[in-house]
């Protein structure tokens, strides 16, 4: 039977299997029907037959979780993008520079997709996405001329390290992805792949005063709005204003993975979680701001609710503070690089408590409930005290589930409950817990920052000998998260740099 009798839904049917049957890489089954004559071409073209293409992609592809109002053209235009930058990747494009031209902008627009991109792709990752950037466009290849090639598109030569490593949205969106498609493995048997490696995040994750936790950086507990950052960015047909992720907490947790896996470690095991898309919905939110998360009146998006409830296991490195004082008076990244990096494991136990708007606001002096007063959370407080207002006075009542909190001045406490099914909109989130190190016990008692999920934590050692510190980063990652951030020293003022180091922590399992 001529193909031109074969009624439409069998061709579309053919023409799906053919473009499906290979599931890594373009549909590039479907070209022979293509071309086989006008008729058919006119059936199964992307303009003609979008339904057809945006069920390819649903095949190929995991669902969007970033816009789940995605109609077919939408997804039929973002099967068309990846596989078009996906076969740029493949091909090793924009991850080398000229030494000598001067960059070209067709040549940084084209990594300015490639790296958006794959990131979204990561974000949205439930096996599907992973497979076709790493098995068809072998991106991890792609990544490693990026950073270590002395023509890397990082501008980062391994073999010089009189400057430090550029911090802008390329090297940011490429941080993020090595630590998505890191095997520690591959670098520990190859002593001079693991050296480069090893050098590069130590500099990022270990120079605070070179790389900021937050982007927009920001001390204070509330946003700035007049502060406008972002670019545009195309998704599933959709352009979106976007702030690249920060560099400094991917660098810290590949750090400490490649540090350790020579010794088999449970460090090494700070890997991407793999598996449940849902997991990186707050990373979004924070690549989206306050344009579309929230004003900041709110715990949005950026955090996700009972996250942090439970036990937690990791490690805090520390460098010599000789050396540290020499970097913040201008010291060369070589100092650092020739630093000794001390490292400890710390347990912490961290419970949640919300303050909303489906509960009584506040208790009388007698105990009885009040929900008369004004719908406002405690004060946002000292940066250097985890956000708490000073002064301020809590009690814990983990029978009741509960954290009542005086402040200066004011008679009636605030009342912080456990998290529970309908407790409305979250206003404020406090942590409360303790831990133990080498070092001693101690305890923990901060707040997040409801419009980017920032955690600050003031950790206070029980004899009171070592003084306070402040732990700071974010939660990458929900159920299979890890926190990852910096601690630092509570005497210097909270604007200008300090005595820091690097902490990574994962759920006991």
């Known amino acids: 039977m001529p193909l031109d009798n074969i009624p439409q839904e069998v061709v579309e049917h053919i023409a799906y299997y053919a473009a499906t049957r290979a599931v890594l890489g373009p549909p590039a089954g479907i070209i022979p029907l293509l071309l086989a004559n006008r008729k058919i071409h006119a059936l199964l073209s992307f303009a003609s037959n979008p339904h057809l293409y945006a069920r390819i992609f649903q095949q190929k592809f995991d669902p969007t979780v ?30 080398t520079v000229d030494p000598i031209l001067r960059p070209r902008k067709a040549d940084q627009d084209l990594l300015h997709e490639i790296l958006w991109m794959s990131l979204l792709m990561t974000l949205e990752n439930a096996g599907k996405n992973e497979e076709q950037l790493r098995t068809y466009a072998r991106i991890d290849g792609w990544l490693r ?58 500099l990022i994750a270990l120079g605070a005063h070179q790389y900021h936790l937050s982007a927009p950086y920001s001390a204070d507990f509330q946003p700035d709005p007049t502060v406008l950052h972002g670019v545009l960015v195309t998704h599933y047909a959709r352009t979106y204003r976007l702030i690249p992720p920060p560099i400094t907490a991917p660098a810290v947790l590949c750090y400490l993975s490649l540090i350790n896996c020579r010794k088999n470690a449970r460090a090494a095991q700070l890997m991407f979680s793999r598996g449940q898309k849902d997991e990186w919905g707050p990373v979004w939110a924070r690549c989206l701001g306050l344009s579309e998360a929230n004003s900041g009146r709110e715990v949005g998006a950026a955090f996700e609710l009972g996250s942090l409830n439970g036990i937690w296991e990791g490690i805090f490195t520390y460098t010599e503070f000789t050396a540290y004082a020499a970097l913040l008076s201008g010291a060369p990244p070589l100092v650092l690089l020739n630093s000794l990096v001390a490292q400890h494991r710390h347990t912490w136990k961290l ?64 009342v912080y409950r456990s998290a529970a099914e309908g407790e409305g909109r979250v206003r404020d989130v406090l942590i409360v817990g303790e831990g133990h190190s080498s070092w001693g016990q101690f305890n923990l008692l901060g707040r997040i920052r409801p419009w980017d999920g920032f955690i600050c934590l003031s950790k206070e050692y029980v004899d009171g000998d070592r003084g306070k510190w402040l732990y700071r980063g974010y939660l990458l990652g929900n159920a299979e998260g890890h926190i990852a951030g910096r601690w630092r020293d509570t005497l210097s003022p909270p604007n200008v740099p300090g005595y820091e180091g690097c902490f990574a922590m994962s759920r006991r399992r």
Request: glycine share 6%; net charge negative; charged share 30%.
């Open 66 to 95: 970033t816009r789940l109002d995605a109609d077919v053209g939408a997804l039929a235009d973002e099967l068309r993008r990846r596989c078009t930058y996906l076969r740029r990747i493949k091909e090793r494009a924009a991850c």
């Open 145 to 202: 001329l990026f950073w270590f090639d002395d023509a890397g598109a990082s501008l980062t030569n391994p073999a010089k390290r009189e400057r430090w490593p550029l911090n802008n949205e390329f090297t940011s969106l490429a941080m993020w992805l090595f630590w998505f498609f890191l095997r520690p493995e591959d670098y520990a048997s190859d002593s001079i792949s693991h050296g480069k490696a090893t050098d590069l995040v130590k």
């Open 351 to 414: 419970r949640e408590y919300h303050f909303t708007s489906a509960y009584p606001i506040s208790r009388s002096s007698s105990g009885s409930a009040r929900s008369d007063c004004a719908a406002s959370p405690i004060s946002p407080g000292d940066p250097l005290r985890g956000f708490l207002p000073e002064g301020a006075r809590m009690e814990e009542n983990q029978e009741e589930g509960i954290v009542e909190v005086w402040e200066r001045g004011k008679d009636v406490p605030l």
